[in-house]
């Protein structure tokens, strides 16, 4: 094998260790800001950490999430050992490999280009447009959860398994949380009204 394949061969398995490290990662992020979404109380605050602190953590963890979901992408489409074009990496459903876990992935990644469109034209499209979309950050969690335990078989078996039940687990724990804190808040007599009248408050986020 000449220095030129060898080349070529080490390229493609840096790229491939690389899609597959920062997809990791990216998960483990995406499933912290999660956390920290639904443990934060109306006031905007998390327990034991003022109203500042929280929200600089949140978008921190937000921002490092996003870049590392980014490199994924990019390293997912340089990678020629799966060809994977950059219109399947956001049009769902239009690769020829994987072409549902993949889909999945790109619905992911349009949800999040929708909430970070959105949140730097929160000014200009008023709260209650920006709350509504803000949302889908609820939504391309689980998305992209599946995404990732599905489209990588690493994912399937062994730590990496372990890392994506743990996210997967905490990320429950926390929901469960911010449901006993919700329906504790709620006098009894009003509670089962609200719960269906209003079901979002059950996980509301607080301010970003």
């Keep these: 094998m000449s220095i030129f394949h060898l080349n070529i061969l080490h390229s493609t398995l840096a790229l491939w260790y690389a899609s597959r490290a920062t997809g990791v ?5 995406l499933s912290l800001v999660m956390i920290i979404g639904l443990m934060v109380n109306r006031q905007g605050r998390l327990p034991g950490l003022p109203a500042f602190a929280v929200l600089g953590l949140h978008r921190y963890m937000s921002l490092l999430s ?41 619905v992911a990644l349009d949800l999040m280009v929708a909430l970070i469109v959105t949140s730097l034209l929160r000014a200009h499209i008023g709260r209650r447009t920006w709350r509504a979309v803000h949302w889908l950050a609820y939504a391309s969690w689980p998305v992209a959860t599946v995404h990732s335990v599905y489209s990588s078989k ?3 078996r062994g730590p990496l ?37 209003d079901p979002s408050h059950l996980a509301q986020a607080g301010r970003r």
Excluded: K
Aim: charged share 10%; hydrophobic share 65%; glycine share 4%.
């Design 25 to 29: 990662v990216s998960l483990v992020l």
């Design 66 to 106: 996003i870049t590392f979901v980014a490199v994924h992408v990019a390293t997912s489409v340089a990678d020629s050992f799966v060809n994977i074009s950059v219109a399947a990496a956001v049009i769902p459903f239009v690769s020829a490999y994987e072409p549902l876990w993949l889909g999945l992935g790109a």
């Design 154 to 156: 690493d994912m399937q």
């Design 161 to 197: 398994l372990g890392v994506a039940v743990a996210c997967i687990i905490a990320v429950l724990i926390a929901l469960v949380w911010r449901m006993a804190r919700a329906m504790a808040a709620t006098p009894r007599a009003r509670r089962v009204p609200e719960l269906m009248a």
